[in-house]
């Protein structure tokens, strides 16, 4: 199975830059292990403020309401789409990703 | 969320008819107001148009008392005929069960087979299972168990024997030979009971007496799956034969018995299912009825909430079609959108283009909660999903049912839905989708001053051609995707005819889908054979059981999309929209109308949906499937991101490099064509092509195009075929 190469900070940066695809082949195996992750399946947005905030939600089993998460919130689409990278990384690979691109 | 919601109906009225509002409030009765608007754009944000409605005085407008009104989901049968249930001794209860969630989760609770047990006067009996899933049965205080749970999805015969004079009761719960290995016993018992049944009640097959309040029965401990012949003997005697093969398409519950126990169905449980004797060798289920004796209960099925209307008004004679709201607000919560639509006046004088409102694929998605359940919804979006906190109320008040999109608490999918129950997502607001979506065409429309009637699904599957005829151009929504018998033959009707046809969006005219005639304001539709599905039909169901006709695509029923509009559904992706890119075709003298004044070649590489007018599902052309070969591809998107991928119908065998960044497949195909009928049809292949229209003042390629090919379909001229 291919495992993410926590080296391979090149393809974060790449995501940070352009959540919404096109992605390289490269990195779109990287999301196709971040997401496919069972334990990363719960994940949704819940647009608080519209078209100005978003906070993070996870999702629960058995029909029962997302846990929503108000130290998450977000004031763009593309910062809540990078924060959800970043941690899928650090569980799927046991590494944090390093600071990138100045942020 | 939300502290008042409501529905309406009817769905369609026309001037000077009347129309219902049920409303409830939430957590409690409180104060809010109503105010009638006609919606002219929804909330596209700082990108777009923004929310644009206008006012209607109505008598309704104000503040109001709300109270909350109570929804009794969940489905059953019954029988009301007390006296036929009072004064038995010894009797049996027996049926063929097909329990499918064991236990029930997340709460342990018991699940009723059959009997009259009413929990608010603690009197009855019931044959049922209990907390862990075992074949139970309940008279007085405690119930009595065999202890060993039936596994989900497995066929049984269950029984339970009681005499009263002598004090036993004895319970069978027997595994049917199937076709998956099992270790499973007959399990039987026998023990005494120290109860009487106590005053007679209704019988119910399926679920319990709760209590009745506010007027209203309300049932509790509904059972999930299967129940076939289900009986009651007295001794030898039978009090109740129950054949769910019978009537199926209606909420008649036959009893064979002389006694002529009739009941109903209540909440639309699934029927023309697959019964405990199935074995394969037929698939309708008119033509094995004996193999098809089970109702499929399930304890959030939800046909009519049943509320009170609270308030009522007559549209104003004067009042315009369009698409219209009751807009509710109370205080501590955002607003909620009771959706309705005004036809315009019967025999009255109506507009050249008719919008059709695709009100069978709203209801379709209506109370769609499959983005806030666990499950891969990312990887097919491409993108975090995202909801608001009007969504979020579905899942915090379960009783309001869900979309054709979701699977039941058992895990089975979702075939009916009913817009008699507050909906949650047909609105101006939150996920830029459907009616949302929809309403950037109608501000269009407005922005450059077209006239235009609303017409809708519903009507049209009613009334079918005369509801078109003296229409000049028919425009659809970004996605008509749920498409009747009747609504199909009157669109092929209306284009034989001469009419024009605009299809304004993807992935339309896909799914079949039946307006069952006992349950007016419901469709039913099956996920069978093939398609992109949220879920699978069952196998052995895929009839519809309200008509008959065999549910699933069109496509696999000889009338692809194609053989209509001249594209079909081809591929999908959430997270970023595309452009399309001008043909040679496009240079056609045929198509000419169409581009006059539009010098660019790349087309719709803006718009408020995701950025482009190609995207989220496309379209495409293939004379293999029906688009007429003399039709003009004019335009094909292109630069599709990796989350588009082609859908499986579109494949036989898998293979690698499906998606958008590798598969000259995956596009929309803009297409115009001639009809015989003197008419002719343009297509836009693409759900996103409607964002793009508003882009820079509603001065944009798109906007022009459209505006062309609008212009020349009311020119009563008719189209030359080539």
């Given at each position: ?103 | ?182 270790l499973e016993q007959p399990v039987a018992i026998t023990t005494a009971i120290r109860a ?138 955002p607003e909620f959108w009771v959706v309705f639509y005004v036809r315009p006046p019967r ?376």
């Amino acid at each position: 199975m291919f495992a993410i190469d926590p080296r391979r900070t090149d393809l974060a940066l790449e995501f940070k830059r352009r959540p919404f695809g096109p992605h390289s082949p490269e990195l779109q195996a990287v999301l196709n292990v971040l997401r496919g992750s069972l334990h990363c399946q719960n994940l949704l947005l819940v647009c608080t403020r519209p078209h100005a905030e978003w906070m993070l939600a996870e999702k629960q089993p058995d029909g029962r309401p997302p846990r929503l998460r108000p130290d998450l919130t977000f004031t763009s689409l593309e910062a809540a789409e990078w924060h959800a990278f970043r941690v899928r990384w650090e569980a799927v690979t046991g590494q944090a990703l390093p600071a990138l691109d100045r942020e | 969320m939300p502290r008042v919601i409501g529905y309406a109906d009817p769905l369609s009225v026309a001037p000077g008819e009347p129309i219902r509002f049920m409303v409830g409030t939430l957590d409690g009765p409180r104060r809010y107001r109503a105010e009638v608007v006609r919606l002219v754009c929804g909330d596209t944000g700082p990108g777009g148009p923004g929310l644009k409605t206008v006012r209607l005085p109505t008598s309704i407008e104000g503040e109001h008392d709300g109270t909350p009104q109570l929804i009794d989901a969940g489905s059953y049968a019954i029988v009301e005929h007390p006296e036929a249930f009072g004064a038995l001794g010894r009797f049996t209860l027996q049926a063929f069960i097909q329990p499918t969630l064991v236990p029930v989760r997340p709460s342990p609770r018991r699940q009723v087979v059959m009997g009259t047990w009413a929990e608010d006067r603690g009197s009855g009996f019931a044959l049922m299972l209990d907390e862990t899933g075992a074949l139970a049965f309940l008279i007085g205080a405690a119930p009595v168990s065999t202890g060993t749970p039936l596994t989900a999805r497995r066929w049984y015969h269950v029984a339970a024997s009681i005499d009263l004079a002598a004090g036993t009761v004895t319970l069978r719960q027997t595994p049917l030979a199937d076709h998956a290995p099992s270790l499973e016993q007959p399990v039987a018992i026998t023990t005494a009971i120290r109860a009487a049944p106590g005053p007679a009640g209704d019988f119910f097959i399926g679920a319990a007496r709760k209590a009745v309040e506010d007027g209203r029965l309300r049932t509790t401990w509904h059972f999930n799956g299967k129940i076939d012949r289900p009986s009651l003997l007295a001794g030898e005697h039978p009090i109740g034969l129950w054949d769910f093969a019978a009537d199926v398409a209606t909420d008649r519950v036959t009893d064979r018995s002389p006694n002529h126990l009739h009941g109903r169905t209540v909440n639309a449980p699934k029927r023309a299912v697959t019964g405990h004797n199935w074995d394969g060798s037929e698939m309708d289920w008119r033509r094995a009825p004996h193999q098809y004796g089970a109702i499929h209960f399930h304890d959030d099925d939800l046909y009519d909430a049943g509320w009170r209307p609270t308030l009522t008004m007559t549209v104003p004679t004067d009042a315009r079609s369009g698409v219209y709201a009751l807009r509710l607000e109370a205080d501590g919560g955002p607003e909620f959108w009771v959706v309705f639509y005004v036809r315009p006046p019967r025999g009255g004088p109506r507009a050249r283009a008719a919008f059709l409102a695709s009100t069978a694929t709203y209801l379709c998605y209506s109370n769609y909660r499959m983005r806030m359940r666990p499950g891969p919804a990312e990887l097919f979006i491409g993108a975090l999903p995202i909801v608001d906190t009007t969504d979020l109320l579905l899942m915090h008040h379960p009783a309001l049912g869900a979309s054709t999109y979701d699977t039941h608490s058992d895990g089975s999918g979702v075939c009916h839905v009913s817009r008699l129950r507050p909906i949650v997502n047909v609105r101006p607001t939150g996920r830029l989708w459907n009616l949302f979506l929809d309403l950037c065409l109608l501000d269009w429309l407005e922005a450059h001053e077209q006239r235009y009637d609303v017409i809708t699904d519903d009507d049209l599957h009613t009334e079918g051609l005369p509801l078109l005829d003296g229409y000049s151009v028919v425009l659809t929504g970004c996605h008509p995707e749920y498409v009747s018998r009747e609504m199909m033959e009157a669109l092929a009707a209306y284009l034989g005819r001469g009419g024009r046809l605009m299809y304004m969006g993807g992935n339309g005219f896909y799914w079949r889908v039946s307006y069952p005639r006992a349950h007016p304001g419901m469709i039913e539709m099956r996920r069978a054979e093939d398609g992109t599905r949220a879920w699978v039909e069952s196998v052995g169901e895929y009839y519809h059981g309200s008509t008959g006709e065999y549910g699933g695509l069109w496509r696999r029923q000889g009338r692809a999309p194609n053989t209509l509009v001249g594209v079909g559904f081809v591929a999908q992706g959430f997270d970023r929209s595309s452009y399309y890119r001008r043909t040679a075709a496009s240079r056609d003298p045929r198509a000419r109308f169409i581009f006059d004044g539009v010098q660019d070649e790349v087309l719709g590489d803006f718009g408020v949906a995701w950025g482009g007018a190609a995207g989220l599902e496309l379209d495409a052309f293939n004379p293999a499937l029906g688009s007429p070969p003399w039709a003009l591809v004019v335009a094909s998107s292109e630069d599709h991101s990796n989350a588009f991928q082609l859908v499986n119908e579109e494949i036989n065998v898998s293979f690698a490099g499906a998606d958008g960044r590798f598969s000259p497949a995956v596009r929309a195909d803009m297409v115009f064509y001639e009809h015989p009928g003197g008419g002719a049809v343009f297509s836009t292949g693409s759900i996103a092509y409607v964002g793009s229209l508003a882009h820079k003042g509603y001065d944009n390629n798109i906007s022009r195009l459209t505006l062309n090919v609008l212009r020349r379909f009311l020119d009563p001229a008719p189209f030359a075929m080539p």
